[in-house]
């Protein structure tokens, strides 16, 4: 029984939460390369360290980030994406999907990726600074890029003195 357990340990360990690796499963470079960013429009800005990322409030009154991924190195049509929002203090907020990967110059993009904050309130994310990271895996392969942002609110949100926020167009949360 021992010996069992000790197997099913074993055999239970696997690549690490950091994500797949950046090399194929041969141990050749893969070539692929990501960037964390957003789109305004046909535009693809990546994000630097520090960079504000905008807090989205959808319709079903859930928040989310909304990003864009460049992926280099790549003429696939579709990619395994995963993403996660780590904000110190609160739960990590992740999410996991293939995605169309659709071309635009030298590289290829991957848009629409949501990551929710379910359990968080606008005034727990709001000035925060978050590790994001993302990775993608194509064919074994696999890129993977962080970025440290500060998450804001475009619709005019303000922290105010009692730790509430007031906001131009929903009042005060």
């Known amino acids: 029984m021992v010996r069992f357990v000790a197997l099913m340990l074993v055999a239970g360990c696997g690549s690490s939460a950091a994500g797949p690796p950046d090399a194929a499963a041969d141990g050749a470079p893969c070539g ?3 960037a964390i960013g957003s789109k305004d429009g046909d535009a693809f800005a990546a994000y630097d360290d520090g960079d504000s990322a905008e807090i989205v409030l ?3 009154g859930f928040l989310f980030l909304l990003l864009s ?3 280099e190195g790549t003429d696939a049509d579709t990619a395994e994406v995963s993403a996660r929002a780590e904000v ?3 739960s990590p907020s992740w999410t996991r999907s293939t995605k169309p990967l659709h071309a635009d110059g030298d590289a290829r993009y991957a848009n629409d990726v949501q990551i929710f904050f379910n359990t968080s309130s606008l005034a727990d994310l709001l000035g925060r600074e978050t590790l994001l990271s993302a990775s993608v895996q194509i064919d074994g392969c696999a890129a993977t890029e962080e970025r440290r942002v500060v998450l804001v609110d475009a619709q005019g949100c303000v922290a105010q003195p009692d730790g509430g926020l007031a906001c131009v167009d929903a009042g005060s949360l």
């Open 88 to 90: 110190e203090g609160l």
């Open 32 to 34: 692929l390369g990501v």
């Open 58 to 60: 959808g319709f079903q």
């Open 69 to 71: 991924l460049r992926v």
